[in-house]
Protein backbone atom coordinates (compact mmCIF):
# COMPACT_ATOMS: atom_id res chain seq x y z
CA UNK A 1 0.00 0.00 0.00
CA UNK A 2 0.85 3.41 0.25
CA UNK A 3 3.09 4.78 2.53
CA UNK A 4 3.95 8.48 3.00
CA UNK A 5 6.90 9.54 5.08
CA UNK A 6 6.71 13.48 6.22
CA UNK A 7 10.21 15.57 7.85
CA UNK A 8 10.61 17.13 10.00
CA UNK A 9 8.71 15.69 12.90
CA UNK A 10 9.50 19.21 14.75
CA UNK A 11 10.15 23.17 13.61
CA UNK A 12 10.84 25.84 15.26
CA UNK A 13 10.88 29.10 12.95
CA UNK A 14 11.18 32.59 14.25
CA UNK A 15 8.00 35.20 13.49
CA UNK A 16 8.21 36.29 9.94
CA UNK A 17 10.68 33.65 8.95
CA UNK A 18 10.15 30.77 6.74
CA UNK A 19 9.07 26.98 7.02
CA UNK A 20 8.85 24.44 4.71
CA UNK A 21 7.82 20.61 5.33
CA UNK A 22 8.32 17.71 3.25
CA UNK A 23 6.63 14.56 2.17
CA UNK A 24 7.36 11.16 0.04
CA UNK A 25 5.32 8.91 -1.41
CA UNK A 26 6.00 5.45 -2.62
CA UNK A 27 2.78 4.84 -4.50
CA UNK A 28 2.60 6.59 -8.61
CA UNK A 29 -0.48 6.30 -8.22
CA UNK A 30 -1.48 8.86 -6.05
CA UNK A 31 -2.27 11.71 -8.02
CA UNK A 32 -3.76 13.92 -5.22
CA UNK A 33 -1.86 15.66 -2.20
CA UNK A 34 -3.54 17.73 0.19
CA UNK A 35 -2.37 19.59 3.19
CA UNK A 36 -3.87 20.31 6.90
CA UNK A 37 -3.07 22.35 9.92
CA UNK A 38 -4.33 20.56 12.97
CA UNK A 39 -4.85 22.86 16.44
CA UNK A 40 -5.36 21.39 19.79
CA UNK A 41 -8.26 19.95 20.25
CA UNK A 42 -9.35 20.29 16.82
CA UNK A 43 -9.90 18.11 13.70
CA UNK A 44 -7.65 18.52 10.43
CA UNK A 45 -8.55 21.40 8.32
CA UNK A 46 -7.47 21.90 4.43
CA UNK A 47 -5.38 24.35 4.16
CA UNK A 48 -4.28 23.79 0.50
CA UNK A 49 -4.03 21.12 -2.00
CA UNK A 50 -2.38 19.94 -5.74
CA UNK A 51 -3.27 17.50 -8.31
CA UNK A 52 -0.93 15.39 -10.23
CA UNK A 53 -0.65 17.52 -12.94
CA UNK A 54 -0.27 20.65 -11.64
CA UNK A 55 3.77 21.28 -9.87
CA UNK A 56 2.86 23.96 -7.80
CA UNK A 57 0.02 26.15 -6.27
CA UNK A 58 0.40 29.24 -3.94
CA UNK A 59 -2.77 30.61 -1.96
CA UNK A 60 -0.98 33.68 -0.02
CA UNK A 61 1.24 32.61 2.22
CA UNK A 62 1.39 29.07 2.02
CA UNK A 63 2.65 27.43 -1.11
CA UNK A 64 2.91 23.78 -2.26
CA UNK A 65 5.35 21.79 -4.98
CA UNK A 66 4.95 18.82 -6.14
CA UNK A 67 8.18 17.01 -7.76
CA UNK A 68 6.19 13.39 -9.90
CA UNK A 69 9.20 11.84 -10.58
CA UNK A 70 10.92 11.80 -7.13
CA UNK A 71 7.37 11.30 -5.88
CA UNK A 72 7.60 14.17 -3.46
CA UNK A 73 5.89 17.23 -1.96
CA UNK A 74 6.27 20.41 -0.01
CA UNK A 75 5.02 22.92 2.20
CA UNK A 76 6.20 26.46 2.26
CA UNK A 77 4.87 29.29 4.57
CA UNK A 78 6.16 32.30 4.45
CA UNK A 79 6.04 35.30 6.47
CA UNK A 80 5.40 32.86 9.57
CA UNK A 81 3.34 34.35 12.41
CA UNK A 82 2.82 32.84 15.67
CA UNK A 83 -1.09 31.87 14.96
CA UNK A 84 0.79 29.22 12.55
CA UNK A 85 1.47 27.45 15.03
CA UNK A 86 0.11 23.73 14.92
CA UNK A 87 0.67 20.31 13.47
CA UNK A 88 0.65 20.13 9.95
CA UNK A 89 -0.15 16.82 8.09
CA UNK A 90 0.56 16.10 4.61
CA UNK A 91 -1.51 12.88 2.49
CA UNK A 92 -1.17 11.42 -0.35
CA UNK A 93 -4.60 9.90 -2.21
CA UNK A 94 -5.17 7.43 -4.96
CA UNK A 95 -8.45 8.03 -7.01
CA UNK A 96 -11.41 6.64 -5.28
CA UNK A 97 -9.69 5.27 -2.77
CA UNK A 98 -8.03 6.27 0.74
CA UNK A 99 -5.70 8.76 1.79
CA UNK A 100 -2.64 7.91 3.52
CA UNK A 101 -1.22 10.51 6.26
CA UNK A 102 2.06 11.32 7.54
CA UNK A 103 2.93 11.44 11.00
CA UNK A 104 2.94 15.48 11.21
CA UNK A 105 4.99 18.44 11.99
CA UNK A 106 5.34 20.06 14.79
CA UNK A 107 5.36 23.83 13.77
CA UNK A 108 6.65 26.44 16.37
CA UNK A 109 6.77 29.95 15.77
CA UNK A 110 8.29 31.63 18.40
CA UNK A 111 7.42 35.66 18.78
CA UNK B 1 -22.53 25.61 5.40
CA UNK B 2 -22.46 23.39 8.95
CA UNK B 3 -19.48 21.34 9.29
CA UNK B 4 -19.09 17.84 10.28
CA UNK B 5 -20.87 17.27 13.31
CA UNK B 6 -19.89 14.19 15.84
CA UNK B 7 -20.36 13.68 19.37
CA UNK B 8 -19.31 12.65 21.86
CA UNK B 9 -16.67 14.99 22.47
CA UNK B 10 -15.31 12.96 24.87
CA UNK B 11 -15.92 9.20 26.61
CA UNK B 12 -14.33 7.61 29.25
CA UNK B 13 -14.61 3.80 29.78
CA UNK B 14 -13.00 0.65 30.84
CA UNK B 15 -11.33 -2.11 29.33
CA UNK B 16 -14.27 -4.04 28.00
CA UNK B 17 -16.61 -2.16 27.90
CA UNK B 18 -17.88 -1.37 24.83
CA UNK B 19 -18.66 2.74 23.72
CA UNK B 20 -20.28 3.97 20.39
CA UNK B 21 -19.53 7.49 18.39
CA UNK B 22 -21.91 9.49 16.08
CA UNK B 23 -21.41 11.65 13.09
CA UNK B 24 -23.14 13.27 11.12
CA UNK B 25 -21.44 14.35 7.67
CA UNK B 26 -22.09 17.74 5.68
CA UNK B 27 -24.86 17.66 3.23
CA UNK B 28 -25.04 15.98 0.34
CA UNK B 29 -21.23 14.63 0.85
CA UNK B 30 -20.96 10.89 -0.23
CA UNK B 31 -18.64 9.28 0.90
CA UNK B 32 -17.93 9.20 4.93
CA UNK B 33 -14.20 8.21 6.54
CA UNK B 34 -13.83 7.14 10.18
CA UNK B 35 -10.30 7.51 11.45
CA UNK B 36 -8.22 6.35 14.21
CA UNK B 37 -5.45 9.36 15.66
CA UNK B 38 -2.97 7.66 18.08
CA UNK B 39 -1.15 10.96 20.06
CA UNK B 40 1.80 11.86 17.72
CA UNK B 41 0.49 10.18 14.85
CA UNK B 42 -1.51 10.87 11.51
CA UNK B 43 -5.21 9.80 10.99
CA UNK B 44 -4.98 5.97 9.87
CA UNK B 45 -8.42 5.28 8.02
CA UNK B 46 -10.80 2.65 9.92
CA UNK B 47 -13.32 2.54 7.21
CA UNK B 48 -14.66 4.72 3.94
CA UNK B 49 -18.50 5.11 3.09
CA UNK B 50 -19.63 5.73 -0.20
CA UNK B 51 -23.16 6.47 0.13
CA UNK B 52 -24.33 3.50 2.36
CA UNK B 53 -21.57 0.80 1.15
CA UNK B 54 -18.46 0.11 2.25
CA UNK B 55 -15.41 0.96 0.06
CA UNK B 56 -12.56 0.27 2.38
CA UNK B 57 -12.56 -1.13 5.69
CA UNK B 58 -9.16 -3.19 5.45
CA UNK B 59 -7.72 -1.68 8.55
CA UNK B 60 -10.67 -1.89 11.13
CA UNK B 61 -10.45 -4.35 13.16
CA UNK B 62 -13.53 -6.53 12.66
CA UNK B 63 -13.51 -8.20 15.71
CA UNK B 64 -14.33 -5.54 17.78
CA UNK B 65 -14.93 -2.50 15.62
CA UNK B 66 -17.84 -2.39 13.37
CA UNK B 67 -19.25 0.67 11.85
CA UNK B 68 -22.94 2.00 9.72
CA UNK B 69 -23.78 4.35 7.69
CA UNK B 70 -27.85 3.96 7.19
CA UNK B 71 -29.50 6.13 4.68
CA UNK B 72 -26.37 7.33 3.40
CA UNK B 73 -26.04 9.54 6.04
CA UNK B 74 -25.28 9.93 9.77
CA UNK B 75 -23.00 7.05 10.79
CA UNK B 76 -22.06 5.59 13.66
CA UNK B 77 -18.75 3.60 15.22
CA UNK B 78 -18.59 0.96 17.60
CA UNK B 79 -16.17 -0.77 19.85
CA UNK B 80 -17.16 -3.93 21.63
CA UNK B 81 -15.03 -4.90 24.36
CA UNK B 82 -12.51 -2.28 24.01
CA UNK B 83 -8.84 -2.30 24.88
CA UNK B 84 -6.48 -0.12 26.48
CA UNK B 85 -4.68 0.28 22.76
CA UNK B 86 -8.35 1.97 21.50
CA UNK B 87 -7.27 4.98 23.51
CA UNK B 88 -7.25 7.53 20.98
CA UNK B 89 -8.98 10.24 18.86
CA UNK B 90 -11.81 9.18 16.42
CA UNK B 91 -12.04 11.40 13.42
CA UNK B 92 -15.15 11.78 11.07
CA UNK B 93 -14.64 12.83 7.62
CA UNK B 94 -17.27 13.63 4.66
CA UNK B 95 -16.27 14.65 0.81
CA UNK B 96 -17.81 14.97 -2.62
CA UNK B 97 -17.56 11.36 -5.40
CA UNK B 98 -13.95 11.75 -6.00
CA UNK B 99 -15.11 11.43 -9.82
CA UNK B 100 -17.02 15.36 -9.15
CA UNK B 101 -13.29 16.69 -8.76
CA UNK B 102 -13.70 17.42 -4.74
CA UNK B 103 -11.69 15.22 -3.00
CA UNK B 104 -10.92 17.56 -0.55
CA UNK B 105 -11.61 16.15 3.13
CA UNK B 106 -13.83 17.83 5.51
CA UNK B 107 -13.03 16.64 9.04
CA UNK B 108 -14.92 17.22 12.53
CA UNK B 109 -13.03 17.85 15.82
CA UNK B 110 -13.57 13.72 16.80
CA UNK B 111 -14.16 11.85 19.83
CA UNK B 112 -11.34 11.50 22.42
CA UNK B 113 -11.54 8.19 23.83
CA UNK B 114 -10.17 7.19 27.14
CA UNK B 115 -9.65 3.50 27.93
CA UNK B 116 -8.93 2.52 32.05
Known amino acids: GENVEQHPSTLSVQEGDSAVIKCTYSDSASNYFPWYKQELGKGPQLIIDIRSNVGEKKDQRIAVTLNKTAKHFSLHITETQPEDSAVYFC??????????FGDGTTLTVKP | EAGVAQSPRYKIIEKRQSVAFWCNPISGHATLYWYQQILGQGPKLLIQ????????DSQLPKDRFSAERLKGVDSTLKIQPAKLEDSAVYLC??????????????FGDGTRLSIL
Open chain 2, 93 to 106: ASSSLPGQGKQAQH
Open chain 1, 91 to 100: AASIPTRKST
Open chain 2, 49 to 56: FQNNGVVD
